[in-house]
C-alpha cells in the first residue's frame, strides 16, 4: 500500500486523551471506571539515517504527541501508548512526517499500532502499522523481530471509599526492520525523490513500557 501524500505544511497535532470512564463513589453498585492505560514506546534509529535523509532532501520529524531527541549517535523518537494493551495489539498517538524538499511533498503517518500474533508460544514477530494522515488507510511500516516481552500482574487494592483498583506492567523490545514489501517501498522513495528506504533492511529498535489499571467492584474481580 502506498502511503498517502500531500503538499508540504505543519505536522498534524494529534491530543492523547485520557479514557477514563464516571464511577460514583456514593454506592458499592456503581459501575467501576474503564481502563487507565499509560506508557511510552520508543523507537531508536542510526543518527545516519536521519542525516543521509536530509542529504537527500528529506526532513524526517516526529508529529505531536510523538516526540524526538538527538543526540550523536541515534535519535530517540517516543509515542505515548494510548491502549489497549495485551490480546496482540498496543496503540499509540503521534506521527512520523517526511517532507521531501524534491518534490514539495510530504508523506504523515500517524497513531502507530504495535500489532503480534496471539497464542502458546513466544512471540518472534511484529509489525509497525501507521495509519495515513490523509485517507485513513493503514499502513505496514516496520516489521520487528528477535522479540523480548515481559508481563506482570499487580496485586489488588483498595481504590475510594468502595472499590479497588490492579495495575499490570509490562515491557517490549526488539529490532526494527522497513517491511519486506519492494513495490511500496519504491512508491515511497519515488514520490520523496529519494532512495531513503530499503525493503528489509535493518532501521533500528524499539522498545516499549506500559501499565493498565483496571479498576473492580471487590477485591476478587481485580484478582487473576
Not at 44 to 49: A, I, L, Q, R
Not at 77 to 92: K, M
Not at 160 to 183: M, S
Request: hydrophobic share 40%; aromatic share 6%.
Amino acid at each position: 500500500m502506498i502511503p498517502g501524500v500531500k503538499p508540504a505544511g505543519i505536522g498534524i497535532a494529534v491530543l492523547m486523551v485520557a479514557a477514563l470512564g464516571v464511577a460514583s463513589a456514593s454506592t458499592a453498585s456503581a459501575a467501576p471506571m474503564k481502563p487507565t492505560i499509560t506508557g511510552t514506546t520508543e523507537v531508536t534509529v542510526p543518527t545516519e539515517f536521519v542525516t543521509e535523509a536530509a542529504g537527500q532532501g528529506v526532513v524526517v520529524s516526529a508529529i505531536e504527541p510523538a516526540t524526538a531527541l538527538a543526540t550523536s549517535t541515534s535519535v530517540a523518537i517516543q509515542f505515548p501508548v494510548t491502549g489497549p494493551v495485551g490480546d496482540g495489539i498496543i496503540r499509540h498517538r503521534g506521527g512520523l512526517s517526511f517532507a521531501s524538499e524534491n518534490t514539495g511533498i510530504t508523506i504523515e503517518i500517524i497513531n502507530p499500532s504495535l500489532t503480534w500474533g496471539t497464542g502458546p508460544s513466544p512471540v518472534k514477530r511484529a509489525q509497525v502499522t501507521f495509519t495515513n494522515a490523509i485517507n485513513g488507510n493503514l499502513v505496514t511500516f516496520f516489521d520487528v523481530r528477535n522479540i523480548d516481552m515481559t508481563g506482570k500482574a499487580g496485586k489488588p487494592e483498595k481504590h475510594g471509599r468502595h472499590g479497588w483498583k490492579r495495575t499490570d506492567t509490562g515491557t517490549f523490545a526488539g529490532d526494527l526492520f522497513v517491511v519486506n514489501n519492494p513495490i511500496a517501498v519504491k512508491a515511497f522513495n519515488e514520490v520523496m525523490d529519494a532512495e531513503i528506504l530499503t525493503p528489509g533492511a535493518a532501521f533500528g529498535e524499539i522498545s516499549s513500557t506500559y501499565s493498565t489499571t483496571v479498576y473492580c467492584k471487590t477485591k476478587k474481580l481485580c484478582q487473576r
